[in-house]
Nanobody, 124 residues
């Protein structure tokens, strides 16, 4: 059974930073694309950032490009999202996900394992 557990969320002022972590158990993430999504109240879940199996390719939504950085550590089976220059519109529940698909590409969809999410609130 694959389990993803996010942590690192919280309340931060605009302009501040947070680092989200996603610890994966029951499956090695070594070979699969991983990603971060978010869902704000009243909105659909949206893609935030993705990274391919070896970290050589990353992709970001336009709204976070230049502010957020996704990374992965195969040794600890953990995925990270470094969030800088946070804005109130970044407020959402953030989810990590794995696409258990044999590909060398970075993906924005086709994710099939999800964590429970961690709340990020940015105050103005």
């Amino acid at each position: 059974q694959v389990t993803l557990v996010e942590s690192g969320g919280g309340l931060v002022q605009a302009g501040g930073s947070l680092r989200l972590s996603c610890a994966v158990s029951g499956e090695t993430i070594t070979w699969f694309p991983t990603g971060w999504f978010r869902q704000a109240p009243g909105s659909e879940r949206e893609f935030v950032a993705g990274i391919n199996w070896n970290g050589g390719k990353t992709i970001y939504s336009d709204s976070v490009k230049g502010r957020f950085t996704i990374s992965r550590d195969h040794t600890s089976n953990t995925v990270y999202l470094q969030m800088n220059s946070l804005k109130p519109e970044d407020t959402a529940v953030y989810y990590c996900a794995i696409a258990r698909i044999a590909t060398q590409e970075v993906l924005t969809e086709q994710y099939n394992y999800w964590g429970q999410g961690t709340q990020v609130t940015v105050s103005s």
